[in-house]
């Protein structure tokens, strides 16, 4: 009985440890082992630390990649201040079906690609686009402006994408916010910011932990929406990671940084987690 | 309603208040007043607008019509944070992110009371509700009771001019819940704080209250003591929602001034009174409510002479149930059921089923009331 229960249990877990060794931890073992190797001739490698060391000595990278972590942490926050009061008003304003219509809202646009979705902000914010020609036609400015290609609209595309991720954590932690906690804390003599901030703000922690891990973590490895936005002049570390496997071939380099990338998010959510006095298990609960 | 002048010694005063949900009207036209360190209770089934009303004067909700007034001053517009009126939620709402002492020193934390004040009126009020150590503890590790006591003195570490108590009780089992009523009057008449308590049950309200108010469909059916309640119902609703009673439908034969010959629909002759305040004609249909206890048990009919009203019958089932027994006894000539409280003599204590008994009231027990249109059948509520 006993060996037959483990058995299940086994097959029952089989395809999430295949898919989890497969796709994950054997590929990260090879990256390490690539990462740890430097080319001497052609078919020739030697261990050593080169690709690290370069890491750390080129000004570049080391830009690059503190860049990535400061514009991700800010788009996280941008989405979160956005977000909060959005999830708050769906969640505890409304009531029935325009709450879930309002929900629903938020998914819409997760039904087209994401390439699709960059390319509708490339539309609006292009030199020949909608808010350009709009604003000439106001005649508030003169010529055509170029919206794209800097970090506002890099920022403005992550935030976009990342919304639904904040969202949805959200509302689900408001909704079990009971509305009694509000009303009391405004019968003991709150008002609206004491309320959010010493009631709601902490039965919403778990969620805004893990919206926040979630969000961060998509942003930090985007490639497409920096890229697209951005420019050639975006400077995102994931593009310097495709441009070392694809276009210089240096796969050594690029799965060192791809590692950097992983110890990176790693830190930083650690380090969110700490400061927010929140578990990875609560977040991600 | 007309103009008072406004004495020193009424804490709240609600005039013609109004509240509509779309057609609905959940509040009709309610007008009371409430004096200093009064137990206030308003009473009603599920629906009937109590919890509306209370959530007008503490702010959540704002009046249609009408006014509202904590000792002589209106409130009506007042955000809820700033009346001098505090709530015990249903459920407490007590704030589980925060330890018991922080829950207490909330409000006054929002009153930028100073640190070492803060401290010492938060032991003051856990020592007033007996729970002087618990300040460092989570709220999920007090108890039903502790909870309850510590929602109290949240509210009255904030001296508020009014207490309103939605249902506290609700939550506590059975046991708890006798002895929390006990608690909250004996800390009530300690304080002197005026409490506003809104139940759906009947012995909270008539244990704990100095006044009552009887409220249906938006409006107050009567206001008074307990004992007025209890004794002298002035509408049907209220003889048939506060305490047990045995119910007849019938028409009234004669009338002299308020004494009434009735006619059940069964047969039966009755002399019963008209109930205060209600005046029957003959001929008008009516609703007889006789008390269980107000009803005599006798074995024999030698002891029966003289009562208005008389009776023989079987027991059909006993309800034991201690000090509040009662015996359903099957009426010969109907076969209708009468309620009849037991005795705590211990006469009656070895009662058997299909014993034959004689019962017997007086006609000022049986209080009549114009029937409702819709015929009912007859019976005992409770």
Redesign the interface.
Known sequence: MKETSRLGLLLLLAPILLWLACLVILPHIDMLIISLRTRVAARVYEPSFNNYIEFFTEPLYWNTFARTAIMSVTATMMTLMIAFPVSFYIAKMLRGRIKNFLFMLCLIPFWVSELVRTFGWMILLRETGVVSNALQWLGLVDGPVEMLYNDAAIMVGLVYTSMLFMVVPLVTVLDSL?D??I?????????GF?VTR??VI??AMPGIASGCVVVFMLTLGNYLTPTLLGGKESLWFTEQIYNQFITRFNWELGSAFGFLLLVLSSVIVWLGLRLSGQTLSQAIR | MSVEVHSPDIDLECSGLVKRFGDFVAVDDVSFSIPTGAFFSILGPSGCGKTTLLRMIAGFQSPDAGDILIKGNSIVGMPPNRRPVNMIFQHLALFPMMSVAENIAYGLKRRRTSKDKIAEKVAEVLERVALPDTGDKRINQLSGGQMQRIAIARCLVLDPALLLLDEPLGALDLKLREQMKVELKQLQSEIGTTFVYITHDQSEALVMSDHVAVMNEGRFEQVGTPQELYYDPKTRFVAEFVGDSNVWFGRVEAADNHRLKVTTEDGLPFLAVAAEGQSMRAGERAEIFVRPESIQLSHGADRMEGFDNNMTGQVDSLLFNGANSAVLVRDQQTGGKILVALPQTGEFANLLKGQDLHLAWNAEQAKCFPAPAEAKTSGTTS
């Not at chain 1, 009303?183 to 709150?190: K, N, S, T």
């Open positions: 009971d009694s906690l009303e009391a804390g405004y019968d003991l003599g709150g008002n004491t010493e009631i902490p039965h």
